[in-house]
């Protein structure tokens, strides 16, 4: 059975203190509740990832990085490939934020190499993937969702792909506090599985946890995991505080 994954992308927020503190109140949480039978993964910004591994050894999380070079390793100022991370034990990293996307002009073709060198290092890819207003509103969206997973990922093997997670991020929900309803999301999530079964096969479809991430918080998150595709999200601003975010966990 795919597992339940609940992932919080810090993005660029939180000093050195202020991550501590954030990683320790989860803890406490997480002690509190037992959260049962959800993987969560916490994606702090990279200076922060070893404070989080250390984190990690205490408490049942896994830890993601939010980005990853595309080239293996050499004169790339300011790149963090994924040797490195695999180095500090980092299970996850993010690939193709739609900020990522936008703001760095990250393009499929370099998403793909990214998730090539996470895979040739045992790192697990989440994958992001979704569509802008304007292609939604023009009927585009799954077409466009379709050539991400195409050109991104869908050259992967069948074992290469068992690694991956993807997560369904329409760009228009991001930060923007307008969540996809539950039937938006349920929609595209089983459009994005039937197109794995059309690629790998009914079992590895069956085996993929798809996410869904965009104004997810506490009061909604218990819809959007009741649908039948959707098996978690990928959390933003509610992951920076923790009980929200522990919250959002519990609402399998
Ligand atoms: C994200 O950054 O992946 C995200 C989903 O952000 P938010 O939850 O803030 O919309």
């Known amino acids: 059975m795919r597992p339940k994954i609940v992932a919080g992308n810090w993005k660029m927020n939180l000093t050195f203190e202020k991550a501590d503190q ?15 039978g959800v993987e969560i993964i916490i994606c702090p910004p990279s200076p922060y990832l070893e404070l ?18 595309q080239y293996e390793d050499g004169a790339y100022t300011g790149e963090i490939s994924a040797a490195m991370l695999s180095s500090i034990d980092i299970d996850f990293s993010i690939v193709g934020h739609s900020e990522r996307r936008k703001y760095f002009a ?17 790192i697990q890819p989440i994958f992001c993937i979704g569509e ?25 093997s069948q074992s290469e792909f068992s690694n991956i ?67 978690g999200g990928l959390i933003g601003g509610a992951s920076l505080k923790a009980e929200e975010f522990m919250a959002i966990a519990n609402s399998f």
């Open 165 to 231: 997670v993807i997560a369904y991020e329409p760009v228009w929900a991001i930060g923007t506090g307008k969540t996809a309803s539950p039937e938006q999301a349920q929609e595209m999530h089983a459009f994005i599985r039937q197109l794995i079964i059309d690629q790998y096969g009914e079992e590895q479809a069956h085996e993929t946890s798809i996410l869904y991430g965009g104004s997810c918080n506490a009061k909604n998150a218990k819809e959007l995991f009741a649908q039948a595709d959707v098996d």
């Open 106 to 122: 990250e393009t499929n073709a370099s998403l793909a190499a990214k998730v090539d060198r996470l895979l040739e290092y045992g």
């Open 52 to 69: 989080a591994t250390d984190f990690a050894q205490d408490f049942e999380i896994k830890v993601g990085a939010q980005n990853v070079s």
């Open 22 to 36: 954030l990683l320790f109140e989860i803890g406490e949480l997480i002690e509190e509740k037992k959260t049962k």
């Open 132 to 156: 802008q207003l304007e292609e939604r509103e023009s009927n585009k969206h799954f077409e466009v969702v379709k050539s991400q997973l195409v050109e991104g990922i869908f050259h992967l």
